[in-house]
């Protein structure tokens, strides 16, 4: 079992920036994989950045040149930064755990088997 844990949203205005962190404890040793996904009201949860335990990372073209996921590993945290924030940013952002060997689709919100519990963002204009 995994626990995630998701902390650094808030409140922030257009073209600012903030800094998500989320932290894996418990069986972490199977994770291959995290990502970061958000769902703003009345829609979907959609894919903002993903990274596997190689550092190979794969963002949304709508983030694409204005966040950044990175990982340590040592201490099985996954950070997103953001910059250049926009209203349409807005959301609530989970954190996202793959435990298996050998997941390829990871864009797949299916394919992930642990989740935390979101942290909202709200980008002002």
Sequence with gaps: QVHMVESGGGLVQAGGSLRLSCAASGDTICISAMGWYRQAPGKGRELVANITKAA??????????????????TRNTVYLQMSGLKPEDTAVYYCAAV?????????????????????????SS
Excluded: H
């Excluded at 390829?104 to 980008?123: F, H, R, S």
């Design 99 to 123: 435990s298996r060997p050998g997941v390829t689709q990871l864009d797949n919100k299916d394919e992930y088997d642990y989740w935390g519990q979101g942290t909202q963002v709200t980008v």
């Design 56 to 73: 190979s990372t794969n963002y949304a073209d709508s983030v694409k040149g204005r966040f950044t996921i990175s990982g340590d590993n």
